[in-house]
């Protein structure tokens, strides 16, 4: 079975700094999907980025870009410009890539604060 | 567009007593599942589905039951609820290929 680690489980930086949250994944399989997702008090779940296994390019959404190694089975989220409205709770998570059954794999997850 | 419906937010509940914890689509998924997050854990998965009449077991299905009599629908019911299934519970729906999750905004469930 896939397992997702993130071993921490808190972080801060200044506003406008960067941070980058850790990820690890243990899989056997050579295509699945990666993602991190964010969770701000309100409790929503939030899709900030994704990857595919396949693409050798780091996924990248405005201020957030991964860091996807494949062959470390690592997947790092990179938040540039830090802002007051990015503190929350960032967990990756691992799907494979089975037609139909989108079951995720989540890690612990990351609080983040941003310090003004 | 309303996406992924959980009702209710908030459910405080006896040892003992059951619910049931709705959830409805109005994106046409065929992809529905139910998670559980508890502090440090994670979300982990209880059962899903991928299609009416079709279910199956996820990572931690025990005390929990689910049905899909249609596609907008996947209720999870507790027949007795324990205090170990105190959690915030997450439904969330998917369409076809790598087409992200959509969650619902969750339900909080203390069990007393």
């Known amino acids: 079975a896939q397992t997702v680690t993130q071993s921490q489980p808190e972080m801060s930086v200044q506003e406008a700094e960067t941070v980058t949250l850790s990820c690890t994944y243990d899989t056997s399989e050579s295509d699945y999907y990666l993602f991190w997702y964010k969770q701000p008090p309100s409790r929503q779940m939030i899709l900030v980025i994704r990857?595919?296994?396949?693409?050798?390019q780091n996924a990248t959404e405005n201020r957030f870009s991964v860091n996807f190694q494949k062959a470390a089975k690592s997947f790092s989220l990179k938040i540039s410009d830090s802002q007051l409205g990015d503190a929350a709770m960032y967990f990756c998570a691992y799907r494979s890539p089975i037609q139909g059954a989108q079951k995720l794999v989540f890690g612990q997850g990351t609080r983040l604060t941003i310090n003004p | 567009n309303a996406g992924v419906t959980q009702t209710p937010k908030f459910q405080v509940l006896k040892t003992g007593q059951s619910m049931t914890l709705q959830c409805a689509q109005d994106m046409n998924h065929e992809y529905m599942s139910w998670y559980r997050q508890d502090p440090g854990m994670g979300l982990r998965l209880i059962h899903y589905?991928?299609?009416?009449?079709?279910?199956d077991q996820g990572e931690v299905p025990n005390g929990y039951n689910v049905s899909r009599s249609t596609t907008e629908d996947f209720p999870l019911r507790l027949l007795s609820a324990a205090p170990s299934q105190t959690s915030v519970y997450f439904c969330?729906?998917?369409?076809?290929?790598?087409?992200?999750?959509?969650f619902g905004n969750g339900t909080r469930l203390t069990v007393t």
């Open positions: 589905s991928v299609g009416a009449g079709i279910t």
């Open positions: 990857q595919e296994a396949y693409k050798q």
């Open positions: 969330a729906s998917g369409g076809r290929g790598n087409s992200p999750l959509h």
